[in-house]
């Protein structure tokens, strides 16, 4: 596993990404998202609902794949910007 990696992953910590978790917006979306979700569920029957959770599931992992792409992206431009500024 890379530096950027064991740092997403939280093997090396970083203070900034709890802020995101506390702000305001991101827990009023949050709240409408568990809040429809719980709606639909209440709809469907066992199977779909087991359909649903995976769907979930992926759904998860993939914007977590993503997220540690467009992190990794970020840092190294912020890299490539501190270098820029010491040549």
Same mark, same amino acid.
């Given at each position: 596993m890379?530096?950027l990696?064991e *740092?997403?992953?939280? =093997? %090396?910590t970083? @203070?900034?990404?709890?802020?995101? +978790?506390?702000h305001s ?9 568990n809040?429809n979700?719980?709606?639909?569920k209440? @709809?469907? /029957?066992?199977?779909?609902? +087991?359909?649903l +959770?995976? *769907?979930? @599931? #992926?759904? +998860?992992?993939?914007a977590n794949? %993503?997220?540690? #792409?467009?992190?990794?992206?970020g840092? =190294?431009?912020?890299?490539r *910007? %501190? %270098?820029?500024?010491? /040549?």
């Amino acid at each position: 596993m890379d530096i950027l990696e064991e *740092l997403w992953y939280g =093997n %090396i910590t970083s @203070t900034e990404y709890s802020r995101i +978790e506390n702000h305001s917006d991101y827990k009023e979306v949050l709240k409408l998202v568990n809040q429809n979700q719980e709606r639909l569920k209440a @709809t469907l /029957t066992g199977e779909q609902c +087991e359909l649903l +959770e995976k *769907l979930l @599931t #992926a759904s +998860e992992e993939f914007a977590n794949l %993503i997220e540690l #792409a467009c992190f990794k992206v970020g840092f =190294n431009l912020g890299v490539r *910007l %501190i %270098i820029e500024a010491y /040549t």
